[in-house]
């Protein structure tokens, strides 16, 4: 736990570093559009970086007593309902945010008959903007009152009957399926969840640090809720996958490992309920030795190093905390896998932001030098131009000023050829927003549904699926083509410009979809994993091939919005370094003409002109000694342990 304090605190501590640097910048007009989009980036990956845990379990395993073993033991008492039986019954996620009271939302079951998915409900309840709308049921929480906090939290496991067919209509009944026979009550009315998603907003230390807690229900709910299986539970940071020592790894935990889970980065099983093992006729080398015989079966059948899967009893690790009593909670093991748990995720999530971070302070501080370059150049440029005045009669002097004139008008008429180049790259903007415009997406979106419902199988609905994304990778491609174009012609504008004037312009700031093509690629493939050949013959799948579509659409749709709002930002500043060199260049030639005529009409004195150039150059020299002492500091602060 204190690992993710810390964490928060450097967190903290380099945002801090990097607000006084972005300060520093402005004070020295040394960051311009571009710079104040990188600036805001970086910024925003430090406060709004999340780290989530997801933990995934068959029912009856301990998840949710876990949580409330390392996160909650604190108030006392259980937080999350915890007893036999299933008590998850919709994907409950724990989180903070400040703009929200403490409160639990609850997304009805009945929104599972629309197409809309549950991010697009968050969006849509005001996930982002704190307005909730009619869809989500809101309950405050009493943070002092843990009892009724508790009462509140069992909102989470309510479940009500519905006619089979109802059932049926959600996804949440199978007449085809065998097992569903023994959910059919004799008056024909099937269990089902009294709600669809849970969040709740809690403000724990933990969660306030940028903490997510997944907490969700069994294999049944993995399968027919999608947003668990193409979104939270892939992006997670971390997924613990919790399993009962007393049943070892059954039939329905190895599809849910194989199907949703699988090895990788931040992957690990818990084996819960150790304490069914603790024979107290055996010595306790004995027991540990049946605990680990056991643990290495569970990574053998998981394809898991032994190290990574950790025994544990959540249930007597709880108590110890409560009690007070330490060599209960050593004997539980829960130590070892919270500290597994953080020093595996923190360190790498770190390593991550930093290394973003170091590539946005680079591109930062190379604009700043740009900018610093030109000004200086600028300042011995006329202080050239002013030394060699020493000595000079009026009419050289009269000469000069008409020399710098010319150089104006000219430095104007090239300004004015360039009107035809802004005209091109605003036609070629408004293709790019064509290509990647929200309308086409939702119009194939429309379009893949009604050829879904069209098709009799469910084996002839996965092809207007995957002919879907192929035709949202066509789009990205477009749209990879029209930014290259872009590309190529403001570089040439950019290279052609500074040849003119004698400018020294950094190239345009690139821009990359390569990352939304990439998110498509993953949900393509999570997709194909779901509904492979094999499991699409029965035709009571098309009903979850449905709701699968409707996630899918949701995160085409978020996909293509990032990818225009990093469009329209990118479009913006592209022209920033140029335009404000142009700015600068203008401006030095009018003090230029200005410093020339006053010397001219005798109203200063030129060794008072080239001094006071001369303390402007010391000047912007002791500036870019400071703004690299504060660029410094963001370093230091993203090196400090």
């Not at 150049?377 to 202080?383: F, G, M, P, S, Y």
């Not at 050239?384 to 000469?399: D, P, W």
């Given at each position: ?8 605190a ?25 710079g ?10 430090l ?22 073993a390392?996160f909650?033991?604190?108030?006392g ?20 945010d ?26 849509n ?14 309950l ?6 843990p ?9 989470v ?34 269990e ?17 640090q940028?903490l ?77 030795a049946e ?25 007597k ?8 009593d ?32 170091r ?16 000004r200086?150049?600028?300042?011995a ?8 005045l ?13 020399r710098?004139e ?10 004015f ?10 036609r ?6 064509s290509t ?22 469910a084996t ?12 949202m990778?066509a789009?990205l ?8 174009e872009?590309?190529v012609?403001?570089?040439s ?8 004037h ?10 990359s ?17 779901q509904f ?22 949701s995160?085409?749709?978020?996909c293509?919005?990032e ?26 030639l ?19 002109k080239?001094?006071?150039?001369e303390s ?26």
């Amino acid at each position: 736990m204190q690992d993710f304090q810390q964490y928060g605190a450097w967190r903290a501590a380099v945002a801090e570093a990097l607000e006084g640097y972005g300060a520093a910048l402005r004070e020295a007009a040394l960051l311009d559009g571009a710079g104040e989009q990188q600036l805001a980036r970086a910024l925003a990956r430090l406060r709004d970086d999340r780290l989530s845990v997801a933990f995934v379990a068959e029912f009856s395993r301990g998840k949710t007593e876990l949580i409330n073993a390392i996160f909650f033991a604190d108030y006392g008492q259980r937080i999350l309902p915890s007893s036999a039986g299933r008590t998850t019954m919709c994907p409950t996620e724990l989180l903070y945010d400040a703009a929200r009271p403490p409160c639990i939302r609850l997304l009805p079951i009945e929104t599972r008959a629309s197409n809309l998915s549950t991010s697009d409900y968050r969006m849509n309840g005001g996930e982002n903007s704190g307005d909730d709308s009619a869809s989500w049921t809101v309950l405050p929480l009493d943070l002092d009152a843990p009892e009724r906090m508790s009462e509140a939290f069992r909102q989470v496991s309510q479940t009500r009957r519905v006619a089979a067919d109802e059932a049926q209509h959600y996804g949440l009944w199978n007449p085809e399926d065998p097992d569903s026979a023994t959910s059919l009550a004799p008056d024909g009315t099937v269990e089902i969840p009294q709600w669809r998603h849970a969040i709740i907003n809690l403000p724990h230390p933990l969660l306030k640090q940028g903490l997510v807690i997944l907490d969700t229900p069994g294999l049944n709910a993995i399968g027919t809720e999608p947003e668990l299986t193409l979104k939270l539970i892939p992006n997670a940071h971390a997924v613990l996958f919790i399993l009962a020592a007393e049943t070892g790894v059954t039939k329905s935990d190895i599809e849910v490992w194989r199907t949703h889970i699988g090895a990788g980065p931040g992957r690990m099983a818990v084996l819960n309920k150790i304490d069914a093992m603790w024979d107290e006729l055996r010595s306790p080398q004995e027991n540990d030795a049946e605990i680990a015989r056991q643990q290495q079966d569970v990574a053998q059948l998981l394809g898991l190093d032994s190290a990574r899967v950790y025994p544990v009893s959540a249930q007597k690790a709880l108590v110890g905390k409560i009690n007070g009593d330490m060599a209960l909670f050593e004997k539980s093991r829960l130590g070892q896998l919270e500290a597994a748990l953080f020093h595996d995720l923190i360190p790498a999530r770190r390593a991550i932001i930093e290394r973003q971070l170091r590539a946005d302070l680079d591109l930062l501080a190379g604009g700043q030098q740009v900018l610093a370059t030109a000004r200086m150049r600028d300042l011995a440029e006329q202080q050239q131009e002013l030394k060699s005045l020493r000595g000079k009669n009026q009419g050289v002097i009269a000469h000069m000023a008409r020399r710098v004139e010319l150089e104006k008008k000219e430095f104007d008429a090239s300004l004015f050829k360039l009107q035809g180049t802004r005209a091109v790259f605003a036609r070629l903007s408004t293709e790019l927003y064509s290509t990647l415009g929200m309308d086409t997406v939702q119009e194939h979106t429309d379009a893949v549904r009604a050829a879904m419902q069209a098709a009799r199988f469910a084996t002839g609905m996965r092809a207007p699926v995957r002919s879907y994304f192929e035709t949202m990778r066509a789009k990205l491609d477009a749209s990879a083509g029209k930014v290259a174009e872009i590309s190529v012609m403001m570089d040439s504008m950019v290279r052609k410009f500074s040849a003119e004037h004698g400018l020294s312009l950094s190239s345009p700031m690139a821009l990359s979809l390569e990352r939304y093509r990439r998110e498509l690629d993953e949900v393509e493939a999570l997709f194909l994993k779901q509904f492979g050949t094999a499991t699409l013959l029965m035709t009571s799948r098309s009903t979850l091939l449905e709701r699968f579509f409707d996630s899918i659409a949701s995160r085409v749709r978020h996909c293509f919005r990032e990818a225009n709002l990093e469009a329209e930002t990118w479009l913006k500043v592209i022209m920033a370094p140029l335009e404000t060199a142009i700015r600068q260049h203008r401006g030095q030639l009018r003090h230029r003409q200005v410093s020339i005529q006053r010397i001219h009409d005798a109203t200063d004195s030129l060794e008072q002109k080239i001094a006071a150039f001369e303390s402007t150059q010391q000047a912007l020299e002791a500036t870019r000694a400071q703004l690299a002492q504060a660029a410094a500091r963001v370093v230091a602060a993203m090196e400090a342990a």
